[in-house]
């Protein structure tokens, strides 16, 4: 008969550490094998034919005879994945198995008439306990749920339980190593070993949103500033384009669009728009005369522009012949003609404008080059 150790749990959170429970195998009556062994930690089970025990745990062996055999007189053990790895007691004691893996144990007899018998068992050794559970508390932004919730500890033999105080789950979704949700609420896992059980409860909730609101599009005037405000929040962060100012509320100088993105503690953001739209009527100052001897002031030919958007401004000669051109607001006439100093004299300019209120203007003008 062979008698092997069977620790049982007592309950969910708990193991008898230091207590020894037998187990008899049929198998091995055959076999005529016997081991005796106990557990240092977690739990010590037995499958026909090998002997599982925990990571870390020992074995204490004893001695096989055949039947009606003589009294054995020397005994050699050899314990693979074992420390020590050998013996030569009848019982060897506290045979310890720091790694898992499968291992070899085997045992020759020596008999007073000088015959030997060999018998063997393989040993199992699995993990000792369960690695920390990976899944933590989530905070989701989108209101439809879809979330697939991990409890690790991938091995084999391994076992899980899953369970919700707000959720109802289906059976079949509460032994797997993973559970997938579409609820929001609190979730918690057990998982179980041969050696151990540990357990974690998470909360899975829609995170808080931001609500932005910059208001309606505003007409502006240049050079007068605007407050926008984004919103206050408890943890809100903030992000305004084009500025890239990080405050809950800024200071616009300038006509344009401007977005604020906020979000908030559980890391759901929410953005809104506004524009400002430059309202000031278009201003033009065109003088007629220019002094182009590069000293300031007065060295080159521009006209002074506010609130337009797009300017062509052409200059021609007594004769007709156009000795300047440009299409950039910022743009000036040096003086210059073919590369060449252009005369003194009166010349004509002409200066199309579009305003930023869409309204086009055209303007004609003599103007003096003086040196």
């Not at 070899?104 to 040993?123: I, R």
């Not at 609190?186 to 050696?195: D, R």
Request: overall charge neutral.
């Amino acid at each position: 008969m062979a008698v092997l150790p069977f620790c049982l749990p007592t309950g969910d959170n708990e193991l008898i550490k230091s207590r020894n429970f037998v187990i008899e195998m049929k198998r091995w009556v055959l076999q005529s094998l016997i081991f005796l062994g106990f557990c240092t930690q977690g739990m010590v089970f037995a499958q026909t034919p090998s002997l599982i025990i925990c990571k870390g745990s020992s074995v204490n062996y004893k001695e096989f005879n055949e039947p009606g055999s003589l009294p054995s007189v020397a005994w050699a053990w050899k314990f693979q994945g074992g420390n020590p790895a050998t013996s030569t007691d009848r019982e060897p004691q506290n045979i310890n198995y720091p790694d898992t893996g499968l291992y070899l144990t085997e045992c020759t007899s020596t008999f007073s008439d000088g015959s030997k018998s060999t018998k063997s068992v393989y040993v199992l050794v699995i993990w000792a306990a369960p690695e920390p559970i990976p899944m933590k508390d989530t905070s989701l932004c989108n209101p439809a749920v879809s979330l697939t919730l991990n409890a690790g500890n991938n091995h084999r033999g391994w076992s899980y339980h899953w369970t919700s105080t707000d959720v109802d789950l289906s059976a079949l979704d509460t032994n797997n190593q993973t559970l997938g949700i579409q609820k929001a609420g609190t979730y918690s896992v057990k998982v179980y070993s041969k050696c151990a059980v540990t357990s974690k409860t998470i909360t899975v909730k829609l995170g808080e949103i931001p609500k932005v609101n910059l208001g309606k599009d505003q007409f502006v005037c240049r050079n007068t500033a605007v407050r926008l405000d984004a919103g206050a929040g408890s943890g809100y962060t903030y992000s305004w384009s084009p500025t890239n100012e990080t405050t809950q509320s800024i200071m616009a100088t300038t006509a344009g669009t401007y977005r604020a993105t906020v979000t908030s503690a559980d890391g759901c953001s929410a953005f809104d728009e506004v524009n400002l739209i430059d309202s000031c009527p278009p201003i033009v100052h065109i003088p007629n005369a220019f002094t182009p001897n590069a000293a300031s002031p007065n060295d080159v030919y521009r006209p002074y522009l506010e609130g337009f958007v797009g300017m062509e401004l052409r200059i021609y000669n007594r004769w007709g012949e156009k000795v300047f051109e440009t299409k950039d607001l910022n743009g000036s006439w040096d003086g210059y003609y073919q590369s060449k100093e252009a005369p003194e004299g009166v010349y004509v300019c002409l200066i199309e404008l579009m305003g930023n209120n869409g309204f086009r203007q055209i303007h004609k003008t003599d103007i003096t080059l003086i040196r």
